[in-house]
């Protein structure tokens, strides 16, 4: 099944912190380019870690004739710290913004004037009306510090209804999991586009760190069969590619609005199962 156009794919970048791996992600961005994403996004560090490395890279993308969605996290900062990020997104020439609350530094007492993304959400439809399209996270396995299931979609709805365009899941690998996430937003209202994160498989144990701190669940027979290849990485690349294309055409069958890549600034595993999938130029 080739990819329908109102199926879209994009892909997270983070900004590179030199200028060999910049010129690396500028090579990764015009080979995924090839495929005419409908953006690229790229993340943004808490406590001003790489928010100028996340300005700079998306004007990198920009320039390159590519949308780029920057991420916007709201812990530690100020109302009028955000106020002059936006506006000077809105100076460049950016539309879409994926907001987050973002993870509270170790060792941090005051989170700022944010506690929660919902908020700040909020802040920017009243400082800047409709200009940009807002993506928010969603957690089909629920997010690892939500009390219950039921506490997470209730937290999902108020940053929809805070003026949400649409939603980006964590990454997953049970098909259920989003399936049933999305037939329970229905029932509350919620009726956003939900985007699934697709997390190709290229590092086993770098894979289940990321999973461990996420909270994305790494099925038991996926886990034995990515063990027992070892240090085999060629193995590891080609099981990992036919199950998460498998994963990215169920999720099309099923009728979801898109796919999210979590490349890792690499586009040769993301590039194989856009071709798996049938896309075009992949």
């Known amino acids: 099944m080739a990819l329908e156009s109102h199926q879209p794919i994009s892909f997270e970048f983070f900004p590179p912190k030199t200028e060999e791996g910049r010129e690396k992600l500028l090579a990764v961005s015009k080979k995924l380019g090839q495929i005419d994403p409908a953006y690229f996004s790229v993340t943004f560090g808490a406590g001003g870690s ?66 929660y993304a919902n908020e700040l959400v909020g802040f920017i439809r009243e400082e800047t009306n409709d200009h940009f399209h807002i ?13 219950n299931a039921q506490t997470d979609l209730a937290n999902f709805k ?28 229905d029932k509350m209202g919620i009726n956003v586009p939900i985007v699934p994160g697709i997390m190709p498989i290229t590092n086993y144990s770098q894979l289940a760190r990321f999973s461990g701190m996420c909270g994305a669940e790494i099925p038991r027979w996926i886990a034995k069969r990515l063990e027992g290849f070892a240090d085999d990485r060629e193995s590891i690349k080609a099981f990992g590619a036919d199950v998460v294309s498998e994963l990215c055409q169920s999720l099309l069958d099923y009728g979801c609005p898109g796919l999210h890549f979590y490349s890792m600034n690499q586009a040769e595993a993301s590039l194989l199962i856009c071709r798996n999938l049938g896309i075009e130029n992949a």
């Open 50 to 115: 790489t928010q100028q490395g996340t300005i700079n890279t998306v004007l990198d993308i920009k320039k390159q004739g590519f949308s780029a969605a920057p991420h916007l996290s709201c812990v530690g900062s100020t109302k009028e710290n955000i106020r002059e990020i936006l506006a000077n997104y809105k100076t460049q020439g950016v539309d879409r913004i994926v907001a987050l609350r973002g993870d509270i530094p170790s060792g941090t007492l005051d989170v700022g004037e944010f506690r």
């Open 158 to 185: 108020q940053k929809v209804e805070a003026g949400a365009n649409g939603a980006i899941t964590q990454y997953f690998f049970n098909f259920e999991a989003y399936i049933r996430f999305v037939e329970d937003c």
């Open 135 to 147: 993506e928010v996270a969603a957690y089909p396995e629920i997010h690892p510090q939500a009390k």
